[in-house]
Antibody
C-alpha cells in the first residue's frame, strides 16, 4: 500500500532552518510529484510547493520563494523540504502529499510538527 | 493564481440535515480541476470529491459535488456524526495548488 512517512517533530529558534523528510513506499517514487502543505494551529491548509522526483524540478508558492528548498534522493525514495529564516508564524504541521488527479493519486504523510520558539 | 473563497466559515446543523458548502473562485476554473477535501481533527486531509463532482474511492454517496465556472458546491445529505468536521475546496493548477480557507460543519 502507498505510504508517505515523515520525520519527527522539530523545535527551532527564530532565524534557524528546518529540514523535513518524506519517505515514499508502495509506488514508483519518480512517477508523481511530491507537494508540501502546511497548517498553522487552528488555521487552514497552505501550499508551499512541489518537486518532481524524476527531474528534481520545483515550483514554489510566491510567498515562500527564496526561503524554501525542496530536494529528493531517488535511491531511498525520499523527498525533503527545508525552510530557512524561520519565524514564529512558521509554527505549523507540515505535510507531504502527492495531490495528483490524472490519474487520481492523492496520498498524504502523517504530518510533522515544526515549532519555532525562542 | 486563483483565490478560492469558501462560505460560510461555520455551518451549524443537526444530524440528519443537509449541508450545503460553497466555494467561489476569483476567476473561472475548469471543473476538472476543482476538488474537495475533508479533514478530521488530528488527521491529514482526505480527498472527497475530484473534478467537481466525482466521488473519490470509498466516499459515501451522501457526499456530492456540483458547479462550474466560478461557483462550486459540496452537498452532504443526511449528516452523520462523523461528518461534523472541516471541509476545504482546492484548485488543481498547472504547477501549483491552492486551498480555500475551509468551512467547519458543527453540531447545532
Amino acid at each position: 500500500q502507498v505510504q508517505l512517512v515523515q520525520s519527527g517533530a522539530e523545535v527551532k529558534k527564530p532565524g534557524a532552518s528546518v529540514k523535513v523528510s518524506c519517505k515514499a513506499s508502495g509506488y514508483t517514487f519518480t512517477g508523481f510529484y511530491i507537494h508540501w502543505v502546511r497548517q498553522a494551529p487552528g488555521q487552514g491548509l497552505e501550499w508551499l510547493g512541489r518537486i518532481n522526483p524524476n527531474s528534481g524540478d520545483t515550483n514554489f508558492a510566491q510567498k515562500f520563494q527564496g526561503r524554501v528548498t525542496m530536494t529528493r534522493d531517488t535511491s531511498i525514495s525520499t523527498a525533503y523540504m527545508e525552510l530557512s529564516r524561520l519565524r514564529s508564524d512558521d509554527t505549523a504541521v507540515y505535510y507531504c502529499a502527492t495531490l495528483e488527479l490524472l490519474p487520481v493519486f492523492d496520498f498524504w504523510g502523517q504530518g510533522t510538527q515544526v515549532t519555532v520558539s525562542s | 493564481e486563483i483565490v478560492l473563497t469558501q462560505s460560510p466559515g461555520t455551518l451549524s446543523l443537526s444530524p440528519g440535515e443537509r449541508a450545503t458548502l460553497s466555494c467561489r473562485a476569483s476567476q473561472s476554473v475548469s471543473s476538472r480541476y476543482l476538488n474537495w477535501y475533508q479533514q478530521k481533527p488530528g488527521q491529514a486531509p482526505r480527498l472527497l470529491i475530484y473534478g467537481a463532482s466525482n466521488r473519490a474511492t470509498g466516499i459515501p454517496d451522501r457526499f456530492s459535488g456540483s458547479g462550474s465556472g466560478t461557483d462550486f458546491t459540496l452537498t452532504i445529505n443526511r449528516l452523520e456524526p462523523e461528518d461534523f468536521v472541516v471541509y476545504y475546496c482546492q484548485h488543481y493548477g498547472s504547477s501549483y495548488r491552492t486551498f480555500g480557507q475551509g468551512t467547519k460543519v458543527e453540531i447545532k
